[in-house]
T-cell receptor, first 113, second 112 residues
Framework: DGGITQSPKYLFRKEGQNVTLSCEQN?????MYWYRQDPGQGLRLIYY???????QKGDIAEGYSVSREKKESFPLTVTSAQKNPTAFYLC????????????FGQGTRLTVV | GDSVTQMEGPVTLSEEAFLTINCTYT??????LFWYVQYPGEGLQLLLK?????DKGSNKGFEATYRKETTSFHLEKGSVQVSDSAVYFC???????????FGKGTLLTVNP
């Protein structure tokens, strides 16, 4: 079945450690996105990529990094510079080129202790 | 950039009640409009969409009409069920804006 897979579903890390969240899609979509969700805040865009080997910062990129070496994959690294990393992270993809209908993964809940 | 104002929740209804969740937006050009639904602990699922003015999106008994003159895309359902309990997000996007802009979400709880 086509879709987006995020792993793991739950992730625990100690403060000061970098952690990488995985996102893979087999929908042949050009565009991919990372969102952060906090209670009562809705979804905030961290990074997005419209094509392989290219990505742009979203509204809250500080403390995060991404790569887009393959069309299918868009991993997100939460670095130790992110001041409040505990959150629910959602990956999404779309056809791109002006077509914004997005398909979402199941999310990764990151807890930093 | 684009922005969305959604009806603030939480909204609590009894089963079989009528539901309206208001959504208004500002956007450059002529975006597509989407409603997404999120069940507890899960990602977002597309509920319905409309791509041009006066289009009506519908799915699972939910409906919303693209009103360009009032820049609105209100979500309605005639008779809600307990299984409709979730968070609902309104989002414009597409066209000159390649990405979706989300509202803060509206939590709906339906009691038996």
């Amino acid at each position: 079945d086509g879709g987006i897979t995020q792993s793991p579903k739950y992730l625990f890390r100690k403060e000061g450690q970098n952690v990488t969240l995985s996102c893979e899609q087999n929908l042949n979509h050009d565009a991919m996105y990372w969102y952060r969700q906090d209670p009562g805040q809705g979804l905030r865009l961290i990074y997005y990529s419209q094509i392989v080997n290219d990505f742009q910062k979203g509204d809250i990129a500080e403390g995060y990094s991404v790569s887009r070496e393959k069309k299918e994959s868009f991993p997100l690294t939460v670095t130790s510079a992110q001041k409040n990393p505990t959150a629910f992270y959602l990956c999404a993809s779309s056809l791109g080129q002006g077509r914004a209908e997005a398909f979402f993964g199941q999310g990764t809940r990151l807890t930093v202790v | 950039g684009d922005s969305v104002t959604q009806m603030e929740g939480p909204v609590t209804l009894s089963e079989e009640a009528f539901l309206t969740i208001n959504c208004t937006y500002t956007a450059t050009g002529y975006p597509s409009l989407f409603w997404y639904v999120q069940y507890p602990g899960e990602g977002l699922q597309l509920l319905l969409k409309a791509t041009k003015a006066d289009d009506k999106g519908s799915n699972k008994g939910f409906e919303a009409t693209y009103r360009k003159e009032t820049t609105s895309f209100h979500l309605e359902k005639g008779s809600v069920q307990v299984s409709d309990s979730a968070v609902y997000f309104c989002a414009p996007g597409g066209g000159s804006n390649y990405k979706l802009t989300f509202g803060k979400g509206t939590l709906l709880t339906v009691n038996p």
